[in-house]
């Protein structure tokens, strides 16, 4: 059975910082892609990041480029998003997802193969 739990969200204050964590289980993931999306009360699911399978190619939102890093553990079968200089607007719950076309990181409906519960992310300012 597949899972992705995600950790590490948390309230932090405007300038801050977080790391969120997804770890992988049920089969091995380092062939797919594996990203970061957020939900914001009365707004959508959009991409945050995301990181390709092979060369971990990463692609950003324009909302955090600069500001959040996506990295992945292929041994772990874990992805990070560090979050830098957070912002009010950052608040949301966010969520892992793994094996879906970079390319469709802003897409407004990505085909996503697997998502994570998700996991609250609050910036106060």
């Known amino acids: 059975q597949v899972q992705l739990v995600e950790s590490g969200g948390g309230l932090v204050q405007a300038g801050g910082s977080l790391r969120l964590s997804c770890a992988a289980s049920?089969?091995?993931?380092?062939?797919?892609?594996m990203g970061w999306f957020r939900q914001a009360p009365g707004k959508e699911r959009e991409g945050v990041a995301c990181?390709?399978?092979?060369?971990?190619?990463?692609y950003y939102a324009d909302s955090v480029k600069g500001r959040f890093t996506i990295s992945r553990d292929k041994a772990k079968n874990t992805v990070y998003l560090q979050m830098n200089r957070l912002k009010p607007e950052d608040t949301a719950v966010y969520y892992c997802?793994?094996?879906?076309?970079?390319?469709?990181?802003?897409?407004?409906?990505?085909?996503?193969?697997?998502w994570g519960q998700g996991t609250q992310v609050t910036v106060s300012s």
């Open positions: 997802a793994a094996n879906f076309n970079p390319r469709e990181l802003t897409d407004r409906r990505p085909i996503v193969d697997w």
């Open positions: 049920g089969r091995t993931f380092s062939s797919y892609a």
């Open positions: 990181i390709s399978s092979g060369h971990g190619d990463t």
